[in-house]
């Protein structure tokens, strides 16, 4: 099983550049979320979502948008990127029903510097 | 967002010897869960034990085992007969009982063991 997949591993944007972090998650888990992780820090949220069509905001948002056009994918999209973005960003996913959360599920990371 | 601190930022642990993390968190909610998250070098999240606020007894997961005291709001893990592969970053997390299921963490605390 794949589980969450992340795509890149590894990036170096330079200052003003966009892209777009890929999720995507083959365990039919209805929420998803986006974490960053700076250096020695816990991670802190930037996006979630509930479900296909439905995503919110988290503790960090600006400078990131996501969408959630399908149940498997969840893309965190960088725009005019700057320093303070640079860290490694997390994508998690879980089942959550009957009002009993499940485990998250994170994928490998992915570590972006911008320069 | 709830707070969750880790007043520990490191330990070190002899091999076979026990070691106790420690968090504290700050709720105004009854019904919440609580986390012990462990990120090794290789960075990957794997989830190490949870605990349902609703419940008195304390989780237990093979070497790896929880103090909850609901009233004082602490959470400290105890990692018994330590093992070289327990190395790594552990972190609290926090999430309460809402639809948005989100978890909240701690800085975390990098625990070494020595051989």
């Known amino acids: 099983n794949a589980g969450v997949t992340q795509t890149p591993k590894f990036r170096i944007l330079k200052i003003g550049q966009s892209m777009t972090l890929q999720c995507t998650q083959d365990m039919n888990h209805n929420y998803m979320y986006w974490y960053r992780q700076d250096p020695g820090m816990g991670l802190k949220l930037i996006y979630y979502?509930?479900?296909?069509?439905?995503?919110d905001k988290g503790e960090v948002p600006n400078g990131y948008n996501v969408s959630r056009s399908t149940t498997e994918d969840f893309p965190l999209r960088l725009e005019l990127a700057a320093p303070s973005q640079t860290s490694v960003y997390f994508c998690?996913?879980?089942?959550?029903?009957?009002?009993?959360?499940?485990?998250?599920?994170f994928g490998e990371g992915s570590r972006l510097t911008v320069l | 967002a709830q707070t969750v601190t880790q007043s520990q930022p490191e330990m070190s642990v002899q091999e076979a010897e026990t070691v106790t993390l420690s968090c504290t968190y700050d709720t105004s909610e009854n019904n919440y869960y609580l986390f012990w998250y462990k990120q090794p070098p290789s960075r990957q999240m794997i989830l190490v034990i949870r605990?349902?606020?609703?419940?008195?007894q304390n989780a237990t997961e093979n070497r790896f085992s929880v103090n909850f005291q609901k009233a004082a709001k602490s959470f400290s893990l105890k990692i018994s007969d330590s093992q070289l592969g327990d190395t790594a970053m552990y972190f609290c997390a926090f999430m309460k009982h809402a639809h948005d299921y989100k978890l909240s963490f701690g800085a975390g605390t990098t625990v070494t063991v020595r051989a």
């Open positions: 979502s509930v479900g296909a069509g439905i995503t």
């Open positions: 998690a996913s879980s089942f959550i029903a009957s009002g009993l959360p499940g485990e998250l599920f």
């Open positions: 605990q349902e606020a609703y419940k008195q």
